[in-house]
């Protein structure tokens, strides 16, 4: 393209942005939040127990006690995780709180396999990029160093992360989240999951396997879970994984159900240390989660319900971002098959001014560099595009905008080129 041809669309796109701007927008695509029309799917669970508070299995759920949780609703997670009833437990409303209570544990005290607490040293995190903000968080918070590992459409970079762990028992931790994984949709293959598993690693190195999107599926079935704990058992690494998942976009975010799955020895260690904390958790939502969901099969009908209501709007996103920047070739973007996000990545040295551009338009998008360690992302490149909660109208005018945006920014570094 010629210069005068590229200033000449860079003209077209600034008419087009200050028509945005002009709009006085206010839209929002910041957060993956289910929207009002999905929440309303379980409604019905704010009536129940009602009267009917004591479990199948006997337990008065208003009274104190039970640390691992109602067994019918370990019965459906277990399943749900293909971790077992046994290997897995119910929790509180918040599966990223038990992430953090479990580095917390471990920097205070280790865990089962280790000769010295976490915090007695430094410890770094290997952290799959562009990844999940808030798991980030966690590990900045404690000091922990972060190591980028590029993720693949099939998972982690198993051969990056076996040169870095055979060298340096320093490495304690990984995140990943393992289905549609947030923000790129993608899910960890059988085989890499198995070479993760088998890998030479320090005894206390714990893989942290964030099942959350585990059963989000946009198609006619999501993925058959991995038996991962089965799998490390196998590699002979029992203690290697823990599982990490609950009912926030199934049932209601922040007032749903967190699951942990793990091998006894982790879960034995788990409880002890929780135990501290709390004497249990609320078994009264727990128990309204039971007779909701019922099975792990009426959590499958239950999200053919949510997909109904989402898979437009990612349908939607998608065509915009094709209609808009297919041509152009300047930007790429993940077709999730489940999950909450599309991953957008504009030109490199772009994501930054993109996002400031949207911003001014009324358009809020996820701050620059969110999806990776410190909030630094290496290429300036990442855009995490969260389309469940605004509506279809608005998700339409502001996903235009994005790519407005988006556009605008490549022109300028184009001819700055020139
Ligand atoms: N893990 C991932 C990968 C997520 O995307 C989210 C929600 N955005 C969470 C955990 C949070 O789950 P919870 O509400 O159970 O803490």
């Not at 039971?290 to 349908?315: N, S, T, Y």
């Amino acid at each position: 393209m010629s210069v005068e041809e590229l200033r000449t669309i860079r003209t077209d796109l600034q008419k087009r942005y200050d028509a945005l701007c002009a709009a006085g927008l206010k839209l929002d695509l910041t957060r993956g939040k289910p929207g009002a029309d999905q929440l309303d799917l379980s409604a019905p669970m704010l009536s129940l127990p009602g009267d009917d508070y004591i479990s199948p299995s006997g337990t008065d759920c208003r009274n104190y006690g039970g640390v691992t949780g109602l067994p019918e609703l370990r019965a459906i997670f277990g399943e749900m995780f293909a971790t077992g009833a046994e290997r897995t437990i119910a929790l509180g409303n918040a599966s990223l709180q038990v992430m953090h209570d479990i580095i917390v544990f471990s920097l205070l005290h280790g865990n089962v396999d280790s000769e010295k607490p976490w915090g007695a040293q430094p410890i770094k995190f290997l952290c799959p990029v562009p990844g999940y903000d808030r798991h980030f968080g966690i590990t900045e918070k404690y000091g922990i160093e972060m190591i980028n590992i590029a993720m693949n459409p099939n998972g982690p970079d198993v051969d990056a992360c076996a040169q870095l762990l055979a060298d340096d028992p320093s490495i304690k931790g990984m995140w990943l989240v393992p289905t549609y994984s947030n923000p790129t949709g993608y899910t960890v293959t059988d085989d890499v999951a198995r070479r993760l598993l088998a890998l030479d690693a320090a005894a206390d190195f714990r893989v942290f396997w964030d099942n959350a999107y585990a059963v989000h599926t946009l198609v006619d079935a999501a993925p058959a879970p991995l038996p991962i704990l089965d799998m490390a058992e196998e590699a002979g690494h029992q203690n290697r994984v823990y599982v990490f998942g609950s009912t926030s976009k199934i049932t209601f975010a922040g007032a749903g159900v967190a699951a942990l799955a793990s091998s006894q020895a982790n879960l034995d260690w788990f409880t002890r240390n929780i135990s501290a904390a709390t004497i249990g958790p609320d078994k009264i939502n727990q128990l309204r989660h039971v007779q909701f969901l019922r099975d792990a099969d009426g959590v499958r009908a239950h999200m053919a319900r949510h997909r109904e209501i989402i898979a437009p709007k990612f349908q939607l996103v998608l065509d915009i971002l094709e209609d808009r920047m297919g041509d152009a070739k300047i930007a790429s973007w993940t077709s999730p098959e489940g999950g909450y996000f599309i991953s957008l990545d504009v030109v490199d040295g772009t994501a930054a001014r993109t996002i400031a551009l949207a911003k001014d338009a009324g358009i809020a998008l996820t701050a620059a560099g969110s999806a990776f360690p410190y909030k630094t992302d290496p290429h300036d490149r990442n855009i995490r595009i969260a389309p469940t909660f605004p509506t279809t109208d608005e998700l339409r005018t502001a996903m235009d905008g994005v790519a407005t945006c988006a556009l605008l920014s490549a022109t300028e570094v184009l001819l700055d080129a020139q």
